[in-house]
Structure formats: structure tokens, C-alpha cells
């Protein structure tokens, strides 16, 4: 206890003794310590000098004239200013009883006459350290509490984001993706109560393809912490398809890593979107096909010579309209296919066959961009539509072939596994960048918007693509390194009797 400045005191303590000697004796003994030490002969007087200046500690005698110590003890306890001064008693009282009256009265130790010095000061010394550290962990825990108390009121905060948010959320598990848990909002829109989802791996709430994106969107989330607005399609409880913008973070819950959903239902808005275009679609279909029928009239030379500057008019404005009949067929395709209007009508076909066609279709179109088609099929019986699976095959064939520089190669392949044919289209050409390898899937998605008048296209291909495959129960996706090309994958499922049947080519 020497580390004490030398003009603060170490502690302040009040002795309370009816004997002058007694009193003079530990007022010197502790002031030469470096206490400040106040002295009384009265317990009154000692009760009141305590509540007018609180002591660090004191020393109390027990037999005093008229208020003894162990009245004085209680009267100090009673107040809740005085009750935590730690109080020694100092007696020639030396039996048990009177000890144990002391430390009732509330007294925290009990040091006999007459006394040592060295064993009061040890004793003072020891109860004013524990004194010392049971305010520290005093304010220590008032500091917890307080923390506890805003911690909860954060979580009470986040919770009743959570639970009354608009939009559904979901919280599922990294490791083996099972719901962890989802607000209200996420069961009205999933028709699935609490019971029926929480704990429930997601592959059962999610179909295969849904599962397939949203794995995607979390391998994103890994590289860049975050993805946004993904559209994203999933059936409900009742077999309602709702499409949705979902928007995932990583986060941790409890230790455990999790994916928090966010989605953002957009199927009226897609559906009141469908509906507009298909309508507008077919009112331009009539008078474009008769503009087109006008422009034939006009190149035929019927209607009298054009002169060649005029001719050139013709052949921009022919071009042009062929375009937009070409986009307003395809809007109404794929809405007619969405709709169910256009079902796929399967047969048993050899694939090499289709993708023998779908190459013998587009080598007009490779010769004059100058770009090689290279074909390596594979001959396996699937039950497809031949006509829209070759739609499929043409459609990514002239995209590659679109997107090459002359000179380049393209190539149709396909391989077989024992549960799927696989077909790739790969091209040496420009490459899609990362962020559009989803969205050029969607309808009018495009990687430059100037890709629709410079290389004629409608930005419908690929959903039409993509609806056909799942059509048939496949998947389609692209892989590609900007700059350097892109591959275009397809899967079949084989029938039962394909599995096993293959036989390469
Ligand atoms: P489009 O009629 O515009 O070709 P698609 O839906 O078929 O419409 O393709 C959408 C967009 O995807 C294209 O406009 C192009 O930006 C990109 N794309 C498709 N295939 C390729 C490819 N092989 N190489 C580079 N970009 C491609």
C-alpha cells in the first residue's frame, strides 16, 4: 500500500472508542500509515460524522456508554448511504457468542483486545482491497447490464424488422441449406406455415432449377459479399409459380453461417408486363405484315422502277420491318409458350439427326460471317420436340456464329452421362461479362443495347431458349471469359431406356 500520492490519503477511516488510550493508539498508528482517520467516543456522534462524509471503513468498539456498537453496526446497515462501509469490530469481548453477534449486526470482521498493530493494519489493508474490488465489480456489472440491456433492445429492434417486414425474408443454413427461419410476409407468399418450413432442407420448398440459381447467387455472394435483385422463380405450397428479385447476404447466426434471403415479389408486375406486350404485339402484327406485303410490291418492281438510291431506301426499310416482325413473332412465341398455348409436342428423335439439322441450318450463316462449324454428335434417343429442340440448337448457333470475328471456329458438341445428354455451343467470340451471365436469360436482356440494331437480334433468343429446355426437363446455362469466348450448356434427361443405350458417334 505504498503507491499512494503523498498528499492524498490512502483511505479515510472513522475509529469510534469510548477509551481516549484506545483511540489515540490507532488514530497514530493508522495516520503514520497514511490514512486520514477521523476519531469519536460516542456512537451518535460516530453515526453522524459517517452520513455527514462517508468513511472508507471503520472500527468500531462494542462496549460503549449508551449506544453500543453492535446498535451502532445495525443503525449504519439500516441506511442505505452507510450499509456498504465495511465495518471492523474491536472488543475485549473474546468469546464466540459475542463474535458472532458482531458479524450479525453486520460487521465483516472481529478483532479481539488488546490488539496488535500489525494484525489491525493487515486487517484494515485487507477488508479496504475488498471493499475496492466489490465496487469495481460493482460498476462492472452496472456496465454489463447496461450493455445486456441495449443488446437486447437491438435484437428486439432487428426481430420486429424481421418478423413485420413487407418482404419476405428467409434464413437458411450455408453448410447444408436448411431454414433456419422466415418472417411472415415469406410464409403468406409461400402458402407454407412456420411449422412446415423451419428446419426443412430448401430443395424441398425450392425446385430443382430454383435450387440451381440460388446456389449461383450464393457462390456470387461469396466472392462479393452481396448479390442484388436476382430474378428468381419458385413454386408456392399450391403450385403457383411467383417470380421474385431476390437479394442474398451473408451473414452469421449464433456461430453458424447463413444466407439471408430478401425477395421482392414481382409476378403481378411480370404478368401485367407479359400482358402489354403480347397486346401490342398483336396489334402490330396485321398492319406490319401488310407494310411487308406493301415493301415485296415495291421491290418486285410492279409498281415501276426504283432508282438505285431508292432501292437502297427499300432494302433499309424491308431489313427494318423484317426485324420487327421477327421481334413481335417472338414476343408472341414465347408468351404463347408461357402460356401454355404452344404445347411441346415429343416424339422420339435421334439427337445426332437434330443436331446435324440444326448445323445444316446454319451454315449459310457461318459461310457468310466465314466462321467454322464444328460438329461432334452423339447418338442417343431422347423424347424431345424436334422442332423446338433444333429452334434451341439454331438459336445458340447463330449467337455464336453473331459474336465471332471471321476466321473463328464454333463448336456443336455433345456428351453423354448416365443421366443426361450434355450439348455445348462454344465460340472463340467476345465473351459475356460475369454480372450478365444470368440476365441475358431474361426476355429483351442484353449485354449492349446496340446489339439488337447491329446484329439484327430481338434479345428474346435465350428466354425462348431457356423456356423450351425447361420444357423438357433440362437446364441451360453459359459459362464464358470475357474477351475470350463463351460455352453455351445444355442438359436432356434420358429416358429410362436411353440410360445405357449410348452409343458415341
Ligand atoms: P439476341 O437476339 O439479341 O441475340 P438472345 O436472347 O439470343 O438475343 O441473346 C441475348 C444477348 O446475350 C445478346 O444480345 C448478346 O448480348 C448476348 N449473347 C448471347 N450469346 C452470346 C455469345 N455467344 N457471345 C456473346 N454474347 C452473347
Redesign the pocket.
Not at 429 to 432: F, P, Y
Not at 445 to 448: A, L, P, S, T
Given at each position: 500500500m505504498s503507491t499512494q500520492s503523498a498528499n492524498k490519503p490512502k483511505a479515510d477511516i472513522l475509529v469510534i472508542d469510548d477509551t481516549p488510550e484506545n483511540l489515540a493508539l490507532l488514530s497514530q498508528m493508522l495516520t503514520e500509515k497514511g490514512y486520514k482517520v477521523r476519531s469519536v467516543t460516542k456512537g451518535s456522534t460516530g453515526i453522524r460524522g459517517a452520513k455527514a462524509a462517508l468513511p472508507d471503513l471503520i472500527l468500531l468498539d462494542v462496549k460503549m456508554p449508551q449506544m453500543n456498537g453492535y446498535e451502532v453496526c445495525e443503525q449504519l446497515k439500516a441506511d442505505e448511504r452507510t450499509r456498504n462501509i465495511p465495518i471492523i469490530f474491536i472488543s475485549a469481548l473474546g468469546d464466540v457468542g459475542d463474535k458472532v453477534k458482531a458479524f450479525q449486526a453486520g460487521g465483516v470482521d472481529y478483532i479481539t483486545k488488546p490488539f496488535q498493530v500489525e494484525e489491525v493494519l493487515a486487517r484494515v489493508d485487507t477488508h479496504l482491497i475488498i471493499q475496492r474490488l466489490q465496487n469495481q465489480l460493482q460498476q462492472q456489472n452496472t456496465v454489463l447490464q447496461q450493455e445486456i440491456k441495449e443488446r437486447a433492445a437491438a435484437e428486439e429492434k432487428f426481430a420486429k424488422a424481421f418478423r413485420s417486414c413487407p418482404s419476405p425474408i428467409a434464413i437458411a443454413t450455408l453448410a447444408d441449406g436448411h431454414f433456419v427461419d422466415v418472417n411472415r410476409s415469406f410464409l403468406m407468399m409461400s402458402g407454407y406455415t412456420q411449422e412446415e418450413i423451419i428446419g426443412r432442407p430448401m430443395a424441398e420448398i425450392y425446385s430443382e432449377s430454383a435450387m440451381a440459381t440460388f446456389t449461383e447467387v450464393v457462390q456470387q455472394s461469396q466472392q462479393k459479399g452481396f448479390v442484388r435483385n436476382q430474378e428468381f422463380q419458385f413454386s408456392t405450397k399450391l403450385g403457383a409459380i411467383k417470380i421474385v428479385l431476390l437479394s442474398l447476404e451473408l451473414i452469421e447466426l449464433g456461430g453458424t453461417p447463413c444466407s439471408l434471403s430478401i425477395l421482392n415479389d414481382i409476378t403481378e408486375r411480370k404478368r401485367l408486363e407479359n400482358e402489354f406486350i403480347s397486346l401490342v404485339s398483336h396489334e402490330l402484327r396485321t398492319p406490319m405484315t401488310s407494310m411487308m406485303g406493301a415493301l415485296d410490291l415495291l421491290s418486285s418492281g410492279q409498281l415501276g422502277t426504283l432508282t438505285d438510291q431508292g432501292k437502297q431506301v427499300l432494302d433499309i426499310a424491308t431489313k427494318n420491318t423484317e426485324r420487327l416482325i421477327r421481334l413481335v413473332n417472338d414476343i408472341l412465341d414465347l408468351e404463347r409458350m408461357k402460356s401454355g398455348k404452344i404445347t411441346m409436342k415429343k416424339v422420339r428423335c435421334n439427337m445426332a439427326q437434330l443436331l446435324i439439322q440444326a448445323v445444316e441450318t446454319m451454315k449459310p450463316m457461318a459461310e457468310q460471317a466465314r466462321v467454322n462449324l464444328k460438329l461432334e454428335p452423339c447418338s442417343v434417343e431422347l423424347e424431345v420436340d424436334p422442332d423446338r429442340i433444333i429452334q434451341t440448337f439454331t438459336?445458340?448457333l447463330?449467337?455464336?456464329i453473331?459474336?465471332s470475328e471471321p476466321g473463328k471456329t464454333v463448336w456443336l458438341k455433345s456428351v453423354l452421362n448416365s443421366k443426361h445428354l450434355q450439348i455445348t455451343?462454344e465460340?472463340r467470340?467476345?465473351?459475356?461479362p460475369a454480372d450478365?451471365l444470368q440476365v441475358?436469360?431474361e426476355r429483351f436482356?442484353?449485354?449492349?443495347t446496340s446489339?439488337?440494331r447491329q446484329?439484327g437480334?430481338?434479345?428474346?433468343?435465350?428466354?425462348i431458349?431457356r423456356h423450351i429446355v425447361e420444357q423438357h426437363d433440362g437446364r441451360i446455362w453459359?459459362e464464358?471469359e470475357f474477351g475470350r469466348g463463351?460455352t453455351?450448356y445444355i442438359t436432356l434427361p434420358l429416358s429410362d431406356e436411353a440410360k445405357g443405350e449410348a452409343l458415341v458417334i
Open positions: 438459336n445458340l447463330s449467337n455464336a453473331k459474336f455451343v465460340d467470340g467476345r465473351g459475356i450478365k441475358i436469360f436482356q442484353q449485354v449492349d446489339d439488337s446484329k437480334g430481338t434479345g428474346l433468343g435465350l428466354a431458349c453459359v464464358s463463351s453455351f
